[in-house]
């Protein structure tokens, strides 16, 4: 009788750098008016002196503070879209009350954004602080909402008249904060057979995090009667949470964020 052969050994996977822990996403914290806050710092390719000196000022902030605070660098990825879907799985893995996305040429100070982090807790919606494009003249990567965007033609100019908070249709998400509440609101909204495409949530199974929620896949709307327009990762995960019944907002920081590329561009004059 041939005795049955012994399972071999399970190989690791080769295009991950090391065995991932087994994951599982942690229910609603109850953190009180200081919220948990878990960050996630987009780190693709070359950074500025500027950018790095503001990712030092959060960590040490950070360590300073006895907030329930964690960071978490993603690196580069073909597809910017599958690499916040990553990011949303580990910020459902973390148990932190807010997850606050920051990208690699954003020069923000640590005050404004954990400022943000506890608006989004406290209006439980989705706060972003507003940037312009890598375009002259500068514009908001933001879609404003028509009725309120001389609020936020005052917001950017730091007008003193501005307020904190301008509602607006759809976030960038180079410095963004999204509550528990309001992801796994639209999570449990949007997924299911029942719900149209190209706005349903699926999970895919993924070798990193083994699965996420394809909340940032871009996709086509209708936006005027007739003409699709394409939506990128962000523009989409907004219209989606919208849809869940999220509302979103621009913040007045007190320094305005630079986006660098060849210089910093900023909605205010650069000094040189």
Same mark, same amino acid.
């Given at each position: 009788?041939?005795?049955?052969?012994?399972?071999?050994?399970?190989?690791?996977?080769?295009?991950?750098?090391?065995?991932?822990?087994?994951?599982?996403?942690?229910?609603?914290?109850?953190?009180?008016?200081?919220?948990?806050?878990h960050v996630s710092l987009y780190a693709y390719g070359g950074i500025s002196a500027a950018c790095m000196m503001?990712?030092?000022?959060?960590?040490?902030?950070?360590?300073?503070?006895?907030?329930?605070?964690?960071?978490?660098?993603?690196?580069? *990825?073909?597809?910017?879209?599958? #690499?916040?879907?990553?990011?949303?799985?580990?910020?459902? *893995?973390?148990?932190?009350?807010?997850?606050?996305?920051?990208?690699? *040429?954003?020069?923000?100070?640590?005050?404004?954004?954990?400022?943000?982090?506890?608006?989004?807790?406290?209006?439980?919606?989705?706060?972003?602080?507003?940037?312009?494009?890598?375009?002259?003249?500068?514009?908001?990567?933001?879609?404003?909402?028509?009725?309120?965007?001389?609020?936020?033609?005052?917001?950017?100019? #730091?007008?003193?008249?501005?307020?904190?908070?301008?509602?607006?249709?759809?976030?960038?998400?180079?410095?963004?904060?999204?509550?528990?509440?309001?992801?796994?609101?639209?999570?449990?909204?949007?997924?299911?057979?029942?719900?149209?495409?190209?706005?349903?949530?699926?999970?895919?199974? *993924?070798?990193?995090?083994?699965?996420?929620?394809?909340?940032?896949?871009?996709?086509?709307?209708?936006?005027?009667?007739?003409?699709?327009?394409?939506?990128?990762?962000?523009?989409?995960?907004?219209?989606?949470?919208?849809?869940?019944?999220?509302?979103?907002?621009?913040?007045?920081?007190?320094?305005?964020?630079?986006?660098?590329?060849?210089?910093?561009?900023?909605?205010?004059?650069?000094?040189?």
């Amino acid at each position: 009788m041939i005795a049955p052969k012994a399972s071999s050994p399970r190989k690791a996977d080769p295009f991950i750098y090391a065995e991932q822990p087994t994951s599982k996403p942690q229910e609603l914290t109850q953190a009180g008016a200081r919220p948990s806050i878990h960050v996630s710092l987009y780190a693709y390719g070359g950074i500025s002196a500027a950018c790095m000196m503001s990712w030092v000022d959060l960590t040490a902030t950070f360590a300073r503070s006895d907030r329930q605070t964690d960071l978490r660098t993603i690196r580069e *990825d073909a597809l910017i879209s599958r #690499s916040r879907c990553r990011a949303t799985k580990w910020f459902l *893995d973390s148990g932190k009350d807010v997850w606050v996305q920051l990208d690699h *040429d954003i020069e923000f100070t640590a005050a404004d954004v954990i400022r943000m982090a506890s608006l989004a807790h406290e209006h439980q919606a989705t706060v972003c602080i507003p940037y312009p494009c890598r375009s002259l003249p500068p514009r908001p990567a933001l879609r404003p909402k028509v009725e309120h965007l001389q609020a936020l033609k005052h917001q950017v100019n #730091s007008a003193e008249c501005a307020a904190e908070l301008v509602p607006i249709t759809m976030f960038a998400s180079g410095c963004l904060a999204i509550t528990r509440k309001c992801l796994m609101a639209t999570l449990d909204a949007l997924g299911g057979s029942g719900v149209q495409n190209p706005y349903r949530i699926d999970w895919c199974e *993924d070798v990193r995090v083994e699965r996420f929620p394809t909340l940032w896949m871009p996709l086509a709307m209708e936006s005027m009667p007739g003409k699709l327009e394409y939506l990128s990762e962000d523009y989409a995960a907004a219209v989606r949470m919208t849809l869940a019944g999220v509302k979103h907002y621009s913040m007045k920081p007190q320094k305005q964020l630079n986006h660098w590329g060849e210089f910093p561009y900023s909605f205010a004059p650069y000094a040189g």
